[in-house]
């Protein structure tokens, strides 16, 4: 599988911005996918996940009620819209697959299969 992400930009704090993750090069059914990202000198840390065949999707504490994943199976394109963007949000975020529907260790970040490369999203206060 192949993962693009895309959509990352600077903003203000407070503003909104989505980004985007296509994939290809496979059957996605029994996929997870999500998105991480790292900030300079700072741990990699799950920001949120789906199961790409239902309804269940998980989120990092820092981001809940902010940001929301979702997926659009006919293009086979995952979304993550963030809403009222930090400071502390601004990052290198990634998108990430693993084809066995491991969710908790995919949030750990033990089990991905697949990385796209990373688009920043710069947060000015």
């Known amino acids: 599988v192949q993962l693009q992400a895309s959509g990352g930009g600077l903003v203000q704090a407070e503003d909104s911005l989505r980004l985007s993750c296509a994939a290809s090069?496979?059957?996605?059914?029994?996929?997870?996918m999500g998105w991480f990202r790292q900030a300079p000198g700072k741990e990699r840390e799950i920001v949120a996940a789906l199961r790409w065949s239902g309804d269940n999707t998980f989120y990092g504490d820092s981001v809940k009620g902010r940001f929301t994943i979702s997926r659009d199976a006919g293009k086979n394109t995952m979304y993550l819209q963030m809403n009222s963007l930090k400071p502390e949000d601004m990052a290198n975020y990634y998108c990430a697959a693993n084809k066995r529907g491991w969710i908790l260790a995919f949030m750990k970040g033990d089990a991905v299969d697949a990385w796209g490369q990373g688009t920043q999203v710069t947060v000015s206060s």
């Open positions: 090069g496979g059957t996605f059914n029994n996929y997870v």
